[in-house]
């Protein structure tokens, strides 16, 4: 069944979509790329940071995504987009200046599609992102403003900075230790609450990682290890 989110009837009257808030794993899945400009490698490239499977199907290509080509990274079909292109994906995003093309490609689509900058043409819409190791926040006002997704996006960035990714790379150790030291269930969820609460946010902002890490290693030792 196609995922299709229908053209709006009036633009006068449309209201926007109502998203669900998803994170995609996209390692190994095929993701096909219509279109080879700026704004196609900007796609490609983040699809490739998260382990797609991508094939390029545009006459031109960047030089950078020509680079990735030569690395193996992606397939790339040197010719415009064809009825057929899209069987199997899991993914299709349409970056071509050919609103003809685009359309085409929405309307084929078996699958998630994204076209750029045209919000009525996709059943998904990419958000603004910010990453901080294993922390992703997405930000997103429903197509309406991209701009605005970015100005709150670059706020979000002052807010959680890199301390935040390496507290969780070794918090990941710290919850690991816990399940095993602390046997009792009620005290290891309490545990696991205080070493995420916003008192360690704040010490993570004004004292760094080091001293959240210390805090949660004294609080590790510090919880006793009783049975219910």
């Known amino acids: 069944m196609k995922l299709k989110t229908e053209p709006p009837a009036s633009s006068k009257t449309a209201l926007p979509a109502n998203y669900y808030p998803v994170f995609l794993n ?109 922390l992703n926040i997405a930000v997103s006002t429903s197509g309406i403003s991209p701009a605005l997704s970015r100005s709150v996006r670059r706020e979000l960035e002052r807010m959680y900075g890199p301390a935040f990714s390496e507290y969780l790379t070794s918090l990941k150790t710290i919850r690991a230790e816990a399940k095993k030291r602390i046997t009792d269930q009620r005290k290891r969820s309490e545990f696991l609450k205080s070493v995420a609460s916003e008192k360690m946010i704040r010490i993570l902002r004004e004292n760094g990682c080091s001293e959240a890490k210390r805090n949660a290693k004294d609080l590790l030792k510090k919880t006793k290890n009783t049975s219910c």
């Open 26 to 134: 996209l390692k190994g899945k095929k993701t096909v790329v219509i279109g080879g400009g700026k704004v196609a490698e900007r796609k490609i490239l983040t699809l490739l940071r998260n382990s797609a499977d991508v094939t390029v199907i545009s006459p031109q290509i960047t030089t950078n995504i020509e680079h990735e080509k030569h690395r193996g990274r992606i397939k790339h079909i040197n010719r415009q987009y064809r009825k057929g292109d899209l069987k199997q994906a899991f993914l299709v995003i349409a970056a071509t200046d050919s609103l003809t093309i685009n359309q085409q490609v929405s309307k084929d689509a078996p699958c998630l599609v994204n076209v750029v900058d045209t919000p009525n043409l996709c059943n998904f819409i990419v958000p603004s992102t910010i990453k901080r190791g294993p």
